[in-house]
């Protein structure tokens, strides 16, 4: 019960330290050794967040207004602020498996795309330490063909004062990845629930409400030539379907992304064709 | 504030940064004077009625704690789950009705990393930095952080297993966790990577909890474990560099635990349920430099220690409020 026999360890102040029997010295050793044990257990697991970043990366979509990859791992505090705020539940937080990005924002586009049902971009809001911004601040360098050349203007506000999204850069670009699959080279129509029956994700439709989104399967189709992603984008002039010519000569049509896109994915969510024809590479930018 | 307490003082900072912390070299007249009386007087009777005393112990303010933690966190969770919009976000940085809140640690590793500071996050770290000031540091750690929690019950298994003699503790080098602290540093700041919110329980149990489960839980589970068989309260006592930033806050602040050395019987009951036991080493018979003597900024302001005194001899205090009151 008493602490008496502990004081008497160490040595009085003052006169040198007696020399310590052998299996104090076994215990210190000991001590250290396991210092060491704690030490390498630590740190093996800190750095082992550089593993996924080494090898086997996964590009991650990140909400609007991120910056560039590096920088935003280096400034999020994984706070999951922008999660709290998007009213499509868009925004999910990275796992284990990412290593430094774990606990760090990014978008599945197909399972649920940003598709703006927020107005103004609240992620950017909400972010307490600029990981998510309207500008950039001026020393960190610009991705090539991020900056967008005007601020998109969004479907839904265009009869607004203010129709613009506050966005100078894109996330990534919408791209073709399997024209092959696509429903529209292949000149077929497209009708029914987009995704089936069973998806959960939800897309604002100005047909239906304005201001709130419904579940994309309560939303069905029914249109000669698929055209889905086009009339899903929330983002004036990113997409059309244009009329192109295969390498055999004969004429198609065909989605074609413009300049205006701003990689939010809701065409690659809307995609009925599985997995989908079109879809967001992350970071990519804009190439004419 | 004499020369005494001054050295004593100098003496709590520096035992925070990994020193064991040694018997003192000059003791306050009035201090000797009772550890004298100690030394040569030993009342039977009380001593008798003190052990009664021990045999019924209080929880007080442990429940307070663990009622405060748990509300602490569940308030994140409701926030985010039913949309009430009160404390969002996690224990890394939140906002509570409209005030930004970043945790210290969170916000110098995201500074180090990232190399530039904006507006809100220098409001929110100034926010958690006046509140902290105010309530002790470290009292972040007992009353708020979720492993502190998680860890307090892993360290009952502890003492059970070591009760059966499964298990013994083993000590590491205290000093480790300043290196810690200087090493994910010095990582955040070489790497451009905040590498120590990676692996920190605080931030993992909290998204967790707010955001649901994930991988990660298996590094904390990891530590539990590590806990359990090996090394008691090894991650708060020896690694978390947040605790050490909140200790640096807590250096200024004026809520503490005080010990007062008339009315202890030096049992030392209260170092057996403390964290961090050497900041109570005043309490060891013979080691209090004066009569009343504050504990170090390492303390997490638990109150296991007021609690587990019969005496009263460790009791909390506020920094000069006791004069004016």
Request: aromatic fraction near 8%; hydrophobic fraction near 40%; charge should be positive.
């Amino acid at each position: 019960m008493s602490d008496e026999g502990k004081t008497s360890e160490t040595p009085a102040a003052g006169k040198p330290p007696p020399p310590l029997s052998k299996e104090r010295q076994q215990q210190a050793r000991r001590r250290v050794l396991r210092t060491i044990l704690l030490t390498g257990g630590v740190m093996g697991a800190a750095l082992s967040g550089f593993l996924p970043l080494a090898y086997a990366r996964k590009s991650r979509l990140r909400p609007p207004g991120a910056l560039d990859e590096k920088d935003f791992l280096s400034s999020c505090i994984k706070c999951g602020q922008c999660v709290q705020v998007c009213p499509v539940q868009a925004i999910k937080l990275a796992d284990l498996v990412d290593g430094f990005g774990v606990g760090v924002p990014y978008i599945d586009a197909r399972e649920q795309a940003c598709d703006f049902s927020c107005d103004a971009v609240q992620c950017i809001l909400a972010c307490p330490t600029g990981s998510l911004t309207y500008k950039k601040p001026d020393f960190l360098p610009v991705r090539d063909g991020a900056r967008l050349a005007a601020a998109p203007i969004l479907l839904a506000k265009e009869k607004d004062a203010e129709p613009t999204l506050n966005l100078q850069e894109r996330i990534g670009v919408a791209r073709l990845t399997r024209p092959e699959s696509c429903l529209a080279i292949q000149g077929k129509g497209f009708k029914g629930q987009a995704r089936g029956p069973q998806f959960d994700g939800e897309l604002r439709y100005m047909s239906v409400d304005r201001w709130k989104p419904i579940k994309v399967a309560d939303h069905p189709y029914d249109v000669s030539l698929c055209n889905l992603c086009v009339q899903a984008c929330p983002i004036k002039n990113a997409i059309s379907i244009e009329t192109v010519f295969a390498p055999d000569g004969s004429q198609r049509k065909s989605p074609v992304v413009h300049e205006p896109c701003v990689g939010c994915g809701v065409c690659e969510m809307i995609c009925p064709t599985e997995p989908a024809s079109i879809e967001v590479i992350p970071g990519e930018g804009w190439r004419a | 504030m004499n020369d005494i307490q001054k050295r004593r003082f100098l003496d709590q900072i520096m035992v925070m940064f990994g020193r064991e912390p040694k018997k003192p070299t000059d003791i306050s007249p009035k201090a000797q004077e009772i550890h004298f009386y100690k030394k040569g007087n030993k009342d039977f009777n009380a001593e008798k009625a003190h052990a009664r005393a021990h045999a019924e112990p209080s929880h007080k303010w442990r429940n307070r704690r663990w009622i405060t933690l748990i509300l602490a966190n569940l308030l994140f969770v409701v926030s985010f789950r039913f949309d009430v919009q009160i404390l969002e976000g996690a224990l890394t940085a939140s906002r509570f009705i409209g005030f930004h809140l970043i945790d210290l640690n969170s916000a110098l590793q995201v500074m180090l990393a990232h190399k530039h500071i904006i507006m809100n996050l220098l409001i929110g770290t100034g926010t958690v930095l006046v509140l902290w000031i105010l309530f002790g540091g470290r009292t972040f750690c007992s009353w708020v952080c979720p492993y502190h929690l998680l860890a307090e019950w892993a360290e009952k298994l502890h003492l059970w297993l070591a009760r059966k003699k499964l298990v013994t503790d083993q000590t590491i080098d205290r000093r480790l966790r300043s290196v810690f602290w200087l090493v994910f540093a010095l990582l955040a700041f070489a790497t451009g990577y905040t590498v120590y919110e990676a692996i920190s329980p605080t931030g993992i149990l909290s998204r967790a909890l707010i955001y649901g489960p994930g991988l990660a839980l298996l590094w904390v589970l990891a530590l539990l474990v590590f806990e359990v068989f090996f090394s008691k309260r090894a991650w708060c006592r020896y690694a978390c560099p947040i605790g050490l930033t909140y200790g640096v806050v807590g250096i200024v602040s004026p809520l503490r635990i005080k010990y007062r050395l008339q009315n202890c019987f030096h049992e030392g009951d209260c170092r057996k349920v403390c964290l961090v036991p050497h900041v109570l080493d005043t309490v060891i018979k013979g080691r209090a430099v004066d009569t009343e003597v504050p504990i170090g900024p390492d303390c997490t302001r638990c109150g296991l220690c007021v609690d587990a005194c019969p005496t009263g001899s460790l009791a909390f205090d506020v920094k000069g409020l006791s004069k004016l009151l």
